[in-house]
């Protein structure tokens, strides 16, 4: 059983590609149970955010885990794999758990070193969990996952100035209208990038918040919070957005929603109520907001597609490469375990096949010299086992050692095989945690990246 993703992102995908192939939190249980109910998919987590869309499957095989998930993927967008094959990346084995812990990181985000993306794997994660797709290889590499992006944030500094989309949108309404002291702002959606949102603004020094959302009772929840934290706020329904587009001066818009909320028309009829310059930044996936609304008058439309461009490759500096440097770090770390993991079954079930052995001898001295007395027979017991276990621990302390070199799987098949070990023993040995872990077979044992040509080449055949 293997780690699989395939994904789709900022860095491979443009937005509309995007918007077709993200997961809601409504879909997310109809994805999920249609990657398990496959041949070859056993574990599943589906990570969805503003700017990737990554399934995170454990497999039986590569090809066939492929297939599957690149076809539920493909189903879900209501499109062919072949359509979504130049836009997919996809990793195997150890080089999946180095992607998963560079997202964790935030090496992968849209704004490098972006903190909420590990909240994001949280909650995919919980999720999953919740829904019963996760068992023992997702909830260990997910666990080390999270424990390697709190690291990264804890002694890296990768994340010390607090960026993020909401702040790099921000300092793009800043430049279109100045400074936002003092100034209103309209937030529609009061989920986590609403909450988000809400925040920023009033680190920016915001003179007013109103929250806009479907539901009254999540919009208020949100407006009491931040008129508690210092800034005057209110909440109102969908149905005001005109007047309330007409009072402000910058709009954050993310809903989660299937289709556009801030329409055309909508912010077409603000606009003959006020002639004020007005930033409207959609951070949804897919999009809230009408693209055309751009073209307005005294309009500026901040989003995903303008963000990507601006920060793409943007990143440099020393905590970047020292984060770089921790993952690699905390990957070896953790395949070195794995492999090790994978020999200790073996292990125990050659020293469980040497007392076997020591027992039947015993059993046989007592048929021999029935008159044994019982402190010597006690004495001789114990030299027989001291022997064995003297015998058994050098080539069990290296095998172990050995094991968590790349290629260590066959030192674990050399004992199986020069002790006639039961090939079902080991795995009967294995029956808890250890049984699953993150194997690579497949993609030259270390878990080296598939060639995204490649697996995209053979998810489009396995298609056809």
Do not use: W
Not at 222 to 234: F, N, Q, S, W
């Amino acid at each position: 059983m293997s780690l699989l993703l395939v994904g789709v992102s900022h860095r491979t995908a443009p937005v509309s590609v995007l918007e077709q192939v993200a997961i809601s939190g409504e879909d997310t249980a109809k994805v999920l149970d249609e990657l398990i109910s496959g041949e070859y998919v056993s574990e599943a987590v589906v990570l969805s955010t503003c700017n990737r869309i990554e399934i995170y499957a454990v497999v039986e095989t590569f090809h066939g885990g492929l297939t599957e998930v690149s076809g539920v993927l493909a189903r879900h967008a209501q499109t062919d794999v072949s359509d979504l094959t130049d836009h997919l990346y996809v990793h195997y084995a150890g080089s999946a758990v180095e992607h998963l812990f560079s997202v964790a990181a935030g090496l992968d985000s849209m704004v490098v070193g972006e903190a909420q993306i590990l909240g994001q794997l949280r909650t995919a994660y919980s999720t999953a969990r919740e829904l019963g797709t996760v068992g023992t290889v997702l909830h260990e590499v997910a666990q080390q996952a999270l424990r390697v992006g709190k690291r990264v944030q804890s002694e890296t500094g990768i994340d010390a100035a607090g960026a993020s989309v909401v702040t790099e949108a921000l300092d793009d309404a800043e430049t279109a209208v100045g400074s936002l002291v003092g100034r209103r702002a309209l937030v529609v959606g009061s989920g986590s990038m609403g909450g988000l949102s809400a925040a920023a603004l009033r680190r920016r020094g915001i003179g007013e918040v109103v929250v806009a959302n479907r539901t009254p009772e999540r919009a208020q929840r949100l407006a009491e919070i931040t008129a508690a934290e210092g800034t005057p706020a209110r909440a109102v329904g969908l149905d005001a957005l005109a007047p309330a587009l007409a009072t402000a001066d910058v709009v954050m818009v993310s809903t989660g929603a299937i289709g556009t909320v801030v329409d055309l028309e909508t912010v077409r009829a603000s606009r003959s109520r006020s002639d004020r310059p007005l930033v409207i930044c959609d951070l949804g996936l897919p999009r809230d907001v009408a693209p055309e609304v751009a073209a307005l008058p005294g309009v500026t439309l901040v989003d995903l597609a303008t963000l990507g461009d601006r920060l793409r490759d943007a990143a440099a500096g020393h905590a970047v490469a020292t984060t770089r440097a921790l993952v690699e770090e905390e990957v070896r770390t953790y395949l070195a375990a794995q492999r090790s993991a994978e020999v200790t079954p073996t292990v125990t079930a050659l020293r469980r096949r040497a007392a076997e052995v020591v027992d039947a001898e015993l059993l046989r001295l007592d048929g021999r010299l029935p008159g044994l007395e019982a402190d010597v027979r006690g004495e001789v017991a114990k030299t027989v086992r001291r022997v064995v276990d003297k015998l058994l621990h050098t080539p069990t302390v290296q095998v172990k050692r050995l094991a968590q070199s790349p290629g260590g799987d066959t030192y674990a098949e050399a004992l199986r095989e020069l002790f006639e070990l039961d090939p079902q023993a080991p795995a009967a040995v294995a029956s808890g945690p250890v049984a699953e872990v993150v194997t690579g077979e497949s993609s030259r044992l270390e878990g080296l990246e598939v060639d995204q040509a490649l697996a995209a080449r053979t998810a489009g055949e396995a298609q056809r």
